[in-house]
T-cell receptor, first 113, second 110 residues
Framework: NAGVTQTPKFQVLKTGQSMTLQCAQD?????MYWYRQDPGMGLRLIYYSASEGTTDKGEVPNGYNVSRLNKREFSLRLESAAPSQTSVYFCASPKGPWGYEQYFGPGTRLTVT | GQQVMQIPQYQHVQEGEDFTTYCNSSTTLSNIQWYKQRPGGHPVFLIQLVKSGEVKKQKRLTFQFGEAKKNSSLHITATQTTDVGTYFCAGPNTGNQFYFGTGTSLTVIP
């Protein structure tokens, strides 16, 4: 039982390049979230998916797209990376309905030059 | 929009001293969660508080939820080097979104 897994762990992109961050959970949870973490700013929600087939914008969605591929997988795509997107990206999945503890993946450390 | 602020941003303590971090929300929260993130790691859930005035303890950690459900605190008694990390509070808005506090980074000096 791996919980929440993310790939890749590290990535360096040049401005304008695209990439997809992958996230998978094996806990049979309905909801999945994508956060970014920047120094001094805590974690900010980018997009979330309350259930398979649905996605919604969070606090900072600009420059990102998401796909809830199935119940297990939730991907985050950067179509044209910018230096402002240099950050640590975490995928998370709450234990149950709204308000329950969130399980986080190990994170992806992305640098855009 | 909703804001969740934490103070202090950084705290250095001698091992054995106590530590407290405070979390304040601009809106009333239905519940509040606390997470710990070790350096280089990911956030790990510690506890959830739901009731007004609720107090919960986990060994040396004491968590409180304010009477108005707009503030919370985490107190660690007699810190140890294993307590090093950043502590975050998080609270939900009326939708399916959690707002995380800015975090308090704790350094414990042996």
């Amino acid at each position: 039982n791996a919980g929440v897994t993310q790939t890749p762990k590290f990535q360096v992109l040049k401005t304008g390049q695209s990439m997809t961050l992958q996230c998978a959970q094996d806990m049979n949870h309905n909801s999945m979230y994508w956060y970014r973490q920047d120094p001094g700013m805590g974690l900010r929600l980018i997009y979330y998916s309350a259930s398979e087939g649905t996605t919604d914008k969070g606090e900072v969605p600009n420059g990102y797209n998401v796909s809830r591929l199935n119940k297990r997988e939730f991907s985050l795509r950067l179509e044209s990376a910018a230096p402002s997107q240099t950050s640590v990206y975490f995928c998370a999945s709450p234990k149950g309905p709204w308000g329950y503890e969130q399980y986080f993946g190990p994170g992806t450390r992305l640098t855009v030059t | 929009g909703q804001q969740v602020m934490q103070i202090p941003q950084y705290q250095h303590v001698q091992e054995g001293e106590d530590f407290t971090t405070y979390c304040n929300s601009s809106t009333t929260l239905s519940n509040i969660q606390w997470y710990k993130q070790r350096p280089g790691g990911h956030p790990v859930f510690l506890i959830q508080l739901v009731k007004s005035g609720e107090v919960k303890k986990q060994k040396r950690l004491t968590f409180q939820f304010g009477e108005a459900k707009k503030n919370s605190s985490l107190h660690i008694t007699a810190t140890q080097t294993t307590d090093v990390g950043t502590y975050f509070c998080a609270g939900p808005n009326t939708g399916n979104q959690f707002y995380f506090g800015t975090g308090t980074s704790l350094t414990v000096i042996p």
